[in-house]
């Protein structure tokens, strides 16, 4: 999926040259004695040749097989996310493989994606190993600070393999200090730019075929001091004088009007129909056929660009196939000077046609910009409005926000259509104060919106009703949910399918978290119609995953499999592999892999999601994302992996206020023994494992509203996760262990109450675990027994492996008794599912005793995790490490190791940032000095 506006694709071309070059022996030779200097900065005023010389330049690098990069700027690149979008696009031209997660990114992560986006550029071009230049050409354009910051690191940063050149009309915006210093910097400036006599002599007699003598050169070099621009224009003039000499003369003394002066010989033996056509094509930054044709009524646009680039009129191709063009910047500006000289107010018509044509052709940002150049901001305020919501349903939220950032805060304000998509944006990139101040805009401007109609004003009240329960959703709330009946769904057929879509998702995480699954299925099958009429997967895939949820909670797997894997499908075929949509789809799916044990699939679906941080969704998507990768890594044997990755919910949860989130990431911490957070239970819960009477330990209770439920139990279960693990290091006559049973029955009645089947699953095998450490090994077994089935009929394994030393020692009791007793006809599939488990346990018990402890020997009774750390790296990664030594590439590691490149692509980040290096060599380098790997020894030694 593209990000930021589309471009042509003439900004990712060098300029062609209109006939022959000046080769410029002189600075092509500068280039190679430095080509190792990380900057050559060309710079000089307009006319100079700078984007000349820079082709020229990369034509000569990429005879030598360098691999050659070209980015045209404009004045959208101040927006940093449009510029990394567009590098990384100008890059993908020449690197195809380049990972197509880092544009996604940009779209998804807009405050801070430059954080993840540059390193992770600066790596996959210091591992391809080929040396690439990049050029940016009119610098000068760039002025927001952000992204000089980005080219600031790029050429602090960028490796061994980047260079860039660079074309301004100023020094500004770079580290030219710092690169001076390290000798990393060339200059080209206007001086060394300028055509000597000679040069001069190759441009006017060789190329273009005037006939002059020596002196008449020589004048004119001194006249234009070599100036590429004015001759140029000199050599249009020259060709219809029959004396050289006398123009020449006239010439003399008049260098500061020279460029006007050519100019209006130039123009003066146009025809009229050529000259309107030069005027009139003027106005945009940019040219093609069907732009040069509304704005100049000639019919055969291509035609005339054609005609004029082969009269040498300083028209430029911008790509190879001549779709498009542009003026010489110096001939461009005096056009426009002239146009408006001779035709006041034309300009703001041009303006208005070019707005209205790239309005049409899908440039929005270009017909923004003109719209406002012609003073006409509700045209501007129209063609954001008209292409907003399709930005939100392709997930394009950032793009959107962008183009409104164009336009005057003052006339966004008044417009409720306008302000509504601003406030969709805002919160579905969990901006939920932006959103909400959005959402109170729109409201209040609704009654006095001169150009919406009684419908427009019905729908948007709807909308934002909407929009309210969303921003309560993705806060964990669900507020307002129950006004959607009423007022949405009764009223469906009148409003906009992405509204009805968005609403049914809402209302069936409500009816998900109150327990009602089978309504929340029936609503979702409701929905399937509205799903299918929105034009961007994003309601589509939340719809899937929220029936893939609620079939979750019912144990329902083959539906859940189904929902997840359409959900998955529908994110990555309509919007990209990795979408927003199909990463959030890919953290519900990671789920599912993972209760069955299909650990590398699981682990390389959630280290996707998990690169969405607090943008992940909603917190049912981020408890996928956080808890289960945890787990994951735990098992890898990578306890500080884990760690790390629970402390990022925690600053989520903390930042986003999300108290369910900061609960599970709690129980995760108990269950993998990681250093518990101190959790205020009574600001949870009424409830605690230790306060539960004999007599009301098997009974429910009432239930607590929608979400409070799910919150309860969840610190229930950390409490007696917790307790349980306090028995195991004092020994099982702990008093204590009694009133964890207590706590564990009432844990089950609630859970098997109020939350469904696979919340009754999980209480069991705790309960199970705990009578198991009380020494009541009978009925631990009877009440394990049934969990036991369940899971295997379904294929599931960690939930029992997860359960705990307690519940693993009944499942061997069990499988024991199983084996003595007498065989029971079509039984056999529960023992060999717990021999599964018993061999899965085992497993991880050798590796555990055959690594270090990364935790304190008294943390090592986690319950049910075996972990294999070692010191300072996971097993895994030591392996990658060795190999990357060996300068294996990411496929070759692949292979070997049996892992997705995406996988790999992953330890090598965390390699990269636990040793805090940016490239292969250097990690290899510090572990060497921090004894990870053997010291390399002299060779001949």
Same mark, same amino acid.
């Given at each position: 999926?593209?990000?930021?506006?589309?471009?042509?694709?003439?900004?990712?071309?060098?300029?062609?040259?209109?006939?022959?070059?000046?080769?410029?022996?002189?600075?092509?030779?500068?280039?190679?004695?430095?080509?190792?200097?990380?900057?050559?900065?060309?710079?000089?005023?307009?006319?100079?040749?700078?984007?000349?010389?820079?082709?020229?330049?990369?034509?000569?690098?990429?005879?030598?097989?360098?691999?050659?990069?070209?980015?045209?700027?404009?004045?959208?690149?101040?927006?940093?996310?449009?510029?990394?979008?567009?590098?990384?696009?100008?890059?993908?031209?020449?690197?195809?493989?380049?990972?197509?997660?880092?544009?996604?990114?940009?779209?998804?992560?807009?405050?801070?994606?430059?954080?993840?986006?540059?390193?992770?550029?600066?790596?996959?071009?210091?591992?391809?190993?080929?040396?690439?230049?990049?050029?940016?050409? !009119?610098?000068?354009?760039?002025?927001?600070?952000?992204?000089?910051?980005?080219?600031?690191?790029?050429?602090?940063?960028?490796?061994?393999?980047?260079?860039?050149?660079?074309?301004?009309?100023?020094?500004?915006?770079?580290?030219?200090?710092?690169?001076?210093?390290?000798?990393?910097?060339?200059?080209?400036?206007?001086?060394? /730019?300028?055509?000597?006599?000679?040069?001069?002599?190759?441009?006017?007699?060789?190329?273009?075929?005037?006939?002059?003598?020596?002196?008449?050169?020589?004048?004119?070099?001194?006249?234009?001091?070599?100036?590429?621009?004015?001759?140029?224009?000199?050599?249009?003039?020259?060709?219809?004088?029959?004396?050289?000499?006398?123009?020449?003369?006239?010439?003399?003394?008049?260098?500061?009007?020279?460029?006007?002066?050519?100019?209006?010989?130039?123009?003066?033996?146009?025809?009229?129909?050529?000259?309107?056509?030069?005027?009139?094509?003027?106005?945009?930054?940019?040219?093609?056929?069907?732009?040069?044709?509304?704005?100049?009524?000639?019919?055969?646009?291509?035609?005339?660009?054609?005609?004029?680039? #082969?009269?040498?009129?300083?028209?430029?191709?911008?790509?190879?196939?001549?779709?498009?063009?542009?003026?010489?910047?110096?001939?461009?500006?005096?056009?426009?000077?002239? &146009?408006?000289?001779?035709?006041?107010?034309?300009?703001?018509?041009?303006?208005?046609?070019?707005?209205?044509?790239?309005?049409?052709?899908?440039?929005?940002?270009?017909?923004?910009?003109?719209?406002?150049?012609?003073?006409?901001?509700?045209?501007?305020?129209?063609?954001?409005?008209?292409?907003?919501?399709?930005?939100?349903?392709?997930?394009?939220?950032?793009?959107? &926000?962008?183009?409104?950032?164009?336009?005057?805060?003052?006339?966004?304000?008044?417009?409720?259509?306008?302000?509504?998509?601003?406030?969709?944006?805002?919160?579905? &990139?969990?901006?939920?104060?932006?959103?909400?101040?959005?959402? !109170?805009?729109?409201?209040?401007?609704?009654?006095?919106? =001169?150009?919406?109609?009684?419908?427009?004003?019905?729908?948007?009240?709807?909308?934002?009703?909407?929009?309210?329960?969303?921003?309560?959703?993705?806060? !964990?709330?669900?507020?307002?949910?129950?006004?959607?009946?009423?007022?949405?769904?009764?009223?469906?057929?009148?409003?906009?399918?992405?509204?009805?879509?968005?609403?049914?998702?809402?209302?069936?995480?409500?009816?998900?978290?109150?327990?009602?699954?089978? /309504?929340?299925?029936?609503?979702?099958?409701? =929905?399937?119609?509205?799903?299918?009429?929105?034009?961007?997967?994003?309601?589509?895939?939340?719809?899937?995953?929220?029936?893939?949820?609620?079939?979750?909670?019912?144990?329902?797997?083959?539906?859940?499999?189904?929902?997840?894997?359409?959900?998955?499908?529908?994110?990555?075929?309509?919007?990209?592999?990795?979408?927003?949509?199909?990463?959030?789809?890919?953290?519900?799916?990671?789920?599912?892999?993972?209760?069955?044990?299909?650990?590398?699939?699981?682990?390389?679906?959630?280290?996707?999601?998990?690169?969405?941080?607090?943008?992940?969704?909603?917190?049912?998507?981020?408890?996928?994302?956080?808890?289960?990768?945890?787990?994951?890594?735990?098992?890898?044997?990578?306890?500080?992996?884990?760690?790390?990755?629970?402390?990022?919910?925690?600053?989520?949860?903390?930042?986003?206020?999300?108290?369910?989130?900061?609960?599970?990431?709690?129980?995760?911490?108990?269950?993998?023994?990681?250093?518990?957070?101190?959790?205020?239970?009574?600001?949870?819960?009424?409830?605690?494992? #230790?306060?539960? =009477?004999? !007599?009301?330990?098997?009974?429910?209770?009432?239930?607590?509203?929608?979400?409070?439920?799910?919150?309860?139990?969840?610190?229930?279960?950390?409490?007696?996760?917790?307790?349980?693990?306090? =028995?195991?290091?004092?020994?099982?006559?702990?008093?204590?262990?009694?009133?964890?049973?207590?706590?564990?029955?009432?844990?089950?009645?609630?859970?098997?109450?109020? /939350?469904?089947?696979?919340?009754?699953?999980?209480?069991?095998?705790? &309960?199970?675990?705990?009578?198991? @450490?009380?020494?009541?090994?009978?009925?631990?077994?009877? $009440?394990?027994?049934?969990?036991?089935? $369940?899971?295997?009929?379904?294929?599931?394994?960690?939930?029992? /492996?997860?359960?705990?030393?307690?519940?693993?020692?009944?499942?061997?009791?069990?499988?024991?008794?199983?084996?003595?007793?007498?065989?029971?006809?079509?039984?056999?599939?529960?023992?060999?599912?717990?021999?599964?488990?018993?061999?899965?346990?085992?497993?991880?018990?050798?590796?555990?005793?055959?690594?270090?402890?990364?935790?304190?020997?008294? *943390?090592?009774?986690?319950?049910?995790?075996? *972990?294999?750390?070692?010191?300072?790296?996971?097993?895994?990664? @030591?392996?990658?490490?060795?190999?990357?030594?060996?300068?294996?590439?990411?496929?070759?590691?692949?292979?070997?190791?049996?892992?997705?490149?995406?996988?790999?692509?992953?330890?090598?980040?965390?390699?990269?940032?636990?040793?805090?290096?940016?490239?292969?060599?250097?990690?290899?380098?510090?572990?060497?000095?921090?004894?990870?790997?053997?010291?390399?020894?002299?060779?001949?030694?």
């Amino acid at each position: 999926m593209p990000t930021g506006p589309p471009s042509a694709s003439s900004k990712f071309r060098a300029p062609e040259p209109v006939g022959q070059w000046v080769h410029r022996t002189r600075l092509t030779e500068m280039l190679h004695s430095d080509r190792k200097r990380r900057l050559a900065l060309i710079h000089a005023p307009a006319g100079f040749g700078k984007s000349t010389l820079a082709a020229q330049w990369m034509e000569s690098l990429a005879s030598q097989g360098l691999v050659t990069v070209w980015l045209s700027l404009d004045r959208d690149d101040n927006n940093t996310i449009w510029f990394l979008s567009h590098l990384l696009q100008a890059i993908r031209k020449v690197r195809p493989g380049l990972d197509e997660e880092l544009q996604q990114l940009l779209e998804e992560r807009p405050d801070d994606a430059e954080r993840y986006v540059v390193p992770a550029l600066i790596n996959a071009i210091d591992e391809g190993g080929q040396d690439i230049v990049i050029t940016l050409d !009119d610098w000068h354009l760039v002025t927001e600070p952000r992204t000089m910051a980005v080219v600031e690191r790029l050429l602090d940063a960028g490796g061994s393999h980047l260079s860039f050149i660079i074309t301004s009309r100023t020094r500004s915006g770079l580290p030219l200090g710092r690169l001076m210093v390290r000798d990393q910097l060339l200059e080209v400036d206007a001086v060394a /730019l300028r055509f000597d006599e000679n040069e001069s002599q190759d441009f006017l007699v060789g190329i273009n075929r005037l006939d002059l003598d020596a002196r008449d050169v020589a004048s004119l070099h001194r006249t234009t001091e070599g100036w590429i621009a004015a001759l140029q224009l000199v050599s249009l003039s020259l060709r219809g004088h029959r004396e050289a000499s006398e123009l020449i003369e006239r010439l003399s003394g008049r260098h500061a009007s020279i460029g006007e002066y050519l100019a209006e010989n130039v123009l003066d033996t146009l025809d009229p129909e050529t000259l309107d056509f030069l005027l009139t094509t003027s106005v945009p930054e940019r040219l093609c056929a069907g732009l040069a044709s509304a704005l100049s009524g000639v019919e055969l646009g291509q035609a005339m660009l054609e005609k004029i680039q #082969a009269q040498d009129l300083f028209l430029q191709p911008l790509d190879e196939d001549g779709t498009w063009y542009r003026y010489h910047h110096l001939f461009e500006d005096y056009l426009r000077r002239r &146009l408006e000289r001779d035709y006041p107010g034309r300009t703001r018509e041009l303006h208005l046609i070019a707005a209205r044509w790239y309005s049409d052709n899908g440039f929005p940002s270009d017909a923004v910009d003109h719209a406002l150049a012609a003073g006409d901001v509700e045209l501007a305020v129209e063609i954001v409005e008209f292409r907003a919501m399709w930005l939100v349903e392709h997930s394009s939220m950032s793009t959107l &926000l962008a183009l409104v950032g164009k336009i005057p805060a003052g006339h966004v304000a008044g417009q409720a259509r306008l302000q509504t998509a601003v406030a969709w944006a805002h919160t579905l &990139l969990h901006q939920s104060a932006a959103a909400q101040s959005a959402l !109170d805009v729109a409201e209040a401007v609704m009654p006095t919106d =001169a150009t919406l109609t009684d419908h427009d004003r019905f729908e948007l009240g709807v909308e934002g009703l909407v929009v309210q329960s969303c921003i309560d959703m993705y806060g !964990d709330r669900v507020n307002h949910v129950d006004e959607l009946d009423g007022k949405c769904f009764t009223q469906a057929d009148r409003l906009r399918p992405w509204i009805v879509s968005v609403a049914a998702n809402v209302s069936t995480f409500k009816k998900i978290h109150d327990g009602e699954y089978p /309504l929340a299925l029936e609503q979702q099958r409701w =929905a399937a119609k509205f799903h299918g009429l929105t034009s961007g997967p994003f309601s589509g895939v939340y719809g899937h995953c929220f029936a893939g949820l609620a079939a979750y909670a019912l144990l329902d797997l083959s539906s859940v499999d189904q929902h997840f894997t359409a959900a998955v499908e529908l994110g990555r075929r309509k919007a990209g592999r990795y979408s927003h949509a199909a990463r959030l789809a890919g953290a519900m799916m990671g789920q599912l892999l993972y209760e069955r044990g299909e650990l590398d699939k699981a682990e390389k679906l959630l280290e996707e999601t998990r690169e969405l941080g607090s943008e992940g969704g909603v917190v049912d998507f981020m408890v996928s994302t956080y808890a289960t990768l945890a787990r994951i890594k735990a098992l890898r044997g990578d306890t500080p992996r884990a760690r790390e990755i629970l402390d990022e919910g925690d600053l989520v949860a903390d930042s986003l206020g999300l108290d369910r989130l900061r609960l599970v990431m709690n129980f995760e911490r108990v269950q993998l023994a990681i250093s518990p957070r101190t959790i205020d239970a009574g600001h949870h819960s009424n409830f605690s494992g #230790a306060a539960v =009477a004999q !007599d009301t330990a098997d009974s429910a209770g009432p239930r607590l509203e929608g979400l409070a439920e799910t919150r309860h139990q969840i610190l229930l279960a950390t409490q007696l996760r917790s307790a349980m693990a306090d =028995a195991e290091r004092s020994g099982t006559d702990s008093p204590g262990t009694l009133d964890t049973v207590r706590g564990a029955r009432h844990l089950l009645a609630r859970a098997e109450a109020y /939350l469904g089947p696979r919340a009754e699953l999980h209480a069991r095998i705790l &309960l199970a675990g705990a009578l198991e @450490q009380a020494g009541n090994r009978e009925e631990a077994e009877r $009440t394990l027994r049934p969990a036991l089935e $369940t899971c295997s009929r379904l294929g599931l394994v960690r939930p029992v /492996l997860d359960g705990g030393a307690s519940c693993l020692e009944l499942v061997r009791a069990i499988s024991a008794g199983l084996r003595r007793g007498p065989a029971r006809e079509g039984g056999h599939e529960l023992p060999r599912f717990l021999s599964v488990l018993i061999r899965l346990d085992s497993q991880a018990r050798t590796n555990r005793d055959a690594g270090w402890s990364a935790e304190p020997a008294a *943390s090592a009774t986690g319950p049910g995790i075996l *972990s294999v750390p070692e010191p300072g790296l996971s097993q895994r990664e @030591q392996m990658i490490l060795r190999l990357v030594e060996q300068e294996r590439s990411n496929r070759e590691i692949a292979q070997e190791l049996h892992l997705g490149i995406n996988t790999v692509k992953w330890y090598l980040k965390s390699l990269f940032n636990t040793l805090g290096v940016s490239d292969r060599r250097a990690c290899v380098t510090e572990a060497r000095r921090r004894h990870l790997l053997p010291s390399k020894q002299p060779e001949g030694s």
